[in-house]
């Protein structure tokens, strides 16, 4: 896919929590495996290794039991700041396989924490996407939802 026609999604939402609940809710596998996902998804399996150059292996599992496994690699962890990370479609065991057509192999994950007035802003820029941007741009508003009824 040429560069220029690759889209960016971002996604912000200013949640009510301190910003080292939010960087859990990436980094610790108990806490992501409670919101990821859009509505009617769940986490079923979770291997965060939170190092620069460690890996990322999740599952999604549709409302329908499907399951959707993804992985990845942490380029960039600044602690309660900004996590960036690859992302692609894998197996089980986390061989990559790529996003499909017309997408690039990996897309990248940029997550920013903003703390101001006892509530903390949470940007998600996803790059990489072609068809499907509006589906993931909604797929991210309703895990940002997921993510605020958990925090409470």
Not at 17 to 22: E, G, I, R, V
Not at 64 to 78: H, L
Not at 107 to 122: C, E, F, I, P, R
Request: glycine share 10%; net charge negative.
């Amino acid at each position: 896919m040429d560069p220029l026609e690759e889209k960016l999604i971002e996604a912000t939402r200013v949640f009510d929590a301190p910003k080292d609940l939010l960087w859990k809710a990436w980094t610790e596998v108990e806490h992501f495996m409670q919101w990821y996902g859009p509505q009617g998804f769940t986490i079923p399996v979770c291997n965060i290794d939170l190092k620069v150059g460690g890996r990322h292996l999740w599952s999604m599992q549709s409302p329908d039991g499907k399951q959707m496994y993804f992985t990845g690699v942490y380029k960039e962890i600044s602690p309660m700041d900004r996590l960036v990370f690859t992302d692609t479609s894998s197996d089980a065991e986390g061989n990559e396989l790529g996003m499909g057509e017309g997408m690039p192999k990996f897309m990248d994950v940029t997550v920013t924490l903003a703390h101001s007035d006892g509530k903390t802003t949470m940007t998600v820029s996803h790059l990489g996407w072609g068809p499907g941007a509006e589906y993931a741009k909604m797929g991210w508003e309703q895990a940002f939802e997921k993510l605020s009824t958990v925090l409470g």
